[in-house]
């Protein structure tokens, strides 16, 4: 018998759809609900549109995720879940679950990997950083960054007047698509939003959903919708982020074995 990775993760798929020459908006959180947040905002927007919609095409899983279902409007969803509309060739990763070091790794490889068997041509992940203002005045702008592996990625950027991450570390799942994408030559974006403290992160989403519209011009997400439910969209994002990080803590404090064999 053959014991199974620990780290193991994979994505299973539920439609198979027509994504060639699209575009993965990847959303998980890390140091922030920023990811999350945006995700709720793009599929709340999805909900509400006659042109498109977003159905679930595929789930992820791993034996180093605690067992947990999300529940949103009365129906359960895995904690990892791939959306996807084929009229926009855009596919949207979204999740409650924070990333977890030992499979951050096989996760960027297997999004990256399953992008490509879909046709996907570019991958967007959404990452925040922390403000390095001690004090941030509410009518100052977020600042929002791109870094882009191609030339051609860095040129879509100056054209939609996004500003390049000059110098910096870049880490968790962002950095494993950048990567990937870097070493084989593949068109991966990633946008940075700044986070401030003690000032609503709904409100740096917005300003990436702005960056989104542009670089995908099909999305067309009104802001002024998002603002006037920023209250609503961020409380849900940090209740089920939050309900997702306490299960994860027990977890680790009560593991129970793996004794899953193959």
């Not at 575009?23 to 909900?47: D, K, Q, V």
């Amino acid at each position: 018998m053959i014991m199974m990775n620990s780290n193991y993760f994979e994505i299973r798929d539920v439609i198979d759809m027509d994504l060639e020459g699209g575009t993965l908006i990847e959303c998980f959180p890390s140091i922030s609900a920023l990811a999350l947040i945006t995700a709720n905002i793009i599929l709340e927007s999805a909900g509400r549109r006659d042109e498109w919609n977003l159905d679930q095409v595929a789930v992820g899983d791993s034996n180093q995720i605690p067992a947990i279902c999300v529940v949103y409007y009365s129906k359960p969803k895995f904690p990892i879940r791939i959306y996807a509309s084929q009229e926009i060739r855009v596919a949207l990763l979204a999740s409650e679950v924070p990333q977890y070091p030992p499979i951050t790794r096989e996760i960027g490889k297997k999004i990256f990997n399953w992008s490509k068997e879909k046709g996907i041509e570019r991958i967007v992940s959404v990452e925040g950083f922390k403000s390095d203002y001690t004090q941030s005045p509410r009518e100052m702008p977020y600042r929002v960054y791109g870094v882009g592996t191609t030339e051609s990625c860095r040129d879509y950027l100056r054209e939609k007047d996004i500003p390049p991450l000059d110098h910096g570390v870049i880490k968790g799942l962002s950095a494993v698509l950048l990567n990937e994408g870097w070493y084989n030559r593949s068109e991966v974006i990633v946008i940075l939003g700044e986070v401030r403290q003690h000032y609503p992160e709904v409100r740096t989403a917005a300003r990436v959903i702005e960056v989104l519209n542009h670089l995908i011009p099909s999305l067309n997400i009104g802001i002024e919708p998002i603002l006037a439910q920023a209250e609503k969209i961020e409380q849900m994002a940090l209740s089920m982020r939050n309900q997702a990080q306490d299960a994860i803590e027990a977890d680790i404090q009560h593991p129970v074995k793996d004794k899953t064999y193959i």
